[in-house]
């Protein structure tokens, strides 16, 4: 996602300056950004001291792994991105009294007992199963920005994220889209995890990159849900990958991972109500697009 939005903000006209250290990104998403005068990139981890930057407008956090997959495999990368990484970006923003938006996530809400969420729900989070070095590191990341915007006045956002999706995303990311995607172009069996019942709701990246470019510009400090609430199981969701790869693979179950959401759908009256947001990209349009984007990866041509 985050060179998606990196190119969305060069073409409203701004310099941007881009921070990865890869440990789950991939150069080639800014391959293509190599001679853009307005783009500068470092390669650096936000938990360590930043480099000399020059004056910033505004700070964006989007630095941390976001596949579970990566974030077990990650544990203390993915805490210490949230928080220590965090402090950092935050101290930078207050020096250069510039904004500050931080890409938070849906796993705040951990296995909802409300539904759709709404951002006024606290959550049901296992503050010791699995997943909770990234949703307590998320926590966190909302926690410390409130605290930056009540003591200092820092002009602050937060995104709460709902399963994005789209082309640049890493085919082993371990994700569904990319898993199923995989799965499907090349003759594997397509693994759904327990009965395949759970739920989750979908957004395509130039959706969600249009919904945080507005956020950063607004001055609602609390968190703002951006996701598209057509919710499906990951049976139906398996499904409409096989129809749309014309795929022969077939279905296979295997064990549910701990602490997995049962139920996940955005209520984004909010982002409506606020930015003038929705989504725009049907599902149908998003994963041909994804799954175009994979064969020329596979292809070779990216
Ligand atoms: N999932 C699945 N098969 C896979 C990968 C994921 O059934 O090969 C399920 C997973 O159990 C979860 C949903 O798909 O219920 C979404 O998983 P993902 O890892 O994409 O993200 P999450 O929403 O859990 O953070």
Not at 90 to 118: I, K
Not at 240 to 256: C, F, G, M, N, Y
Request: one cysteine or more; charged letters at 25%; a negative charge.
């Amino acid at each position: 996602m985050p060179s998606h939005l990196c190119d969305l903000i060069l073409a409203q006209g701004h310099e941007v300056v881009g921070i990865d250290n890869f440990l789950t990104g991939h150069a080639r998403n800014i391959a293509h950004l190599t001679h853009e005068p307005r783009f500068r990139f470092i390669e650096a981890d936000v938990c360590q001291p930043l480099p000399e930057l020059g004056g910033v407008d505004c700070v964006i956090h989007a630095a941390s792994p976001a596949s579970p997959k990566d974030y077990y495999d990650n544990p203390i990368e993915t805490l210490d991105v949230g928080s220590i990484g965090s402090r950092n970006l935050l101290e930078l923003a207050r020096a250069n009294n510039a904004r500050y938006l931080v890409t938070s996530t849906s796993e705040c809400y951990g296995d909802p007992l409300e539904h759709p969420q709404v951002e006024t729900y606290w959550g049901n989070v296992n503050p010791v199963g699995p997943r909770s070095c990234y949703d307590e590191s998320k926590r966190f990341a909302e926690a410390i920005t409130m605290a930056y915007h009540r003591k200092y006045g820092l002009r602050t956002n937060i995104a709460r994220i709902f399963n994005a999706y789209g082309p640049r995303m890493k085919l082993n990311d371990g994700r569904v889209v990319p898993q199923f995607m995989d799965q499907a172009l090349n003759g594997k069996p397509i693994t759904i995890y327990g009965d395949g019942l759970q739920t989750r709701s979908f957004c395509y990246v130039s959706d969600l990159v249009r919904g945080l470019y507005l956020l950063s510009q607004s001055d609602e400090r609390y968190p703002v849900n951006l996701g598209n609430p057509i919710e499906l199981t990951m049976l139906e969701f398996a499904e409409r990958i096989q129809r749309i790869t014309a795929t022969d693979s077939k279905i296979v179950h295997e064990p549910l991972p701990q602490d997995d959401p049962k139920r996940r759908r955005p209520d984004i009256s909010k982002a409506k109500a606020i930015l003038g947001w929705e989504p725009e990209v049907s599902l149908e349009d998003g994963l041909k697009q994804t799954v175009a984007y994979f064969q020329s990866l596979q292809a070779g041509a990216v």
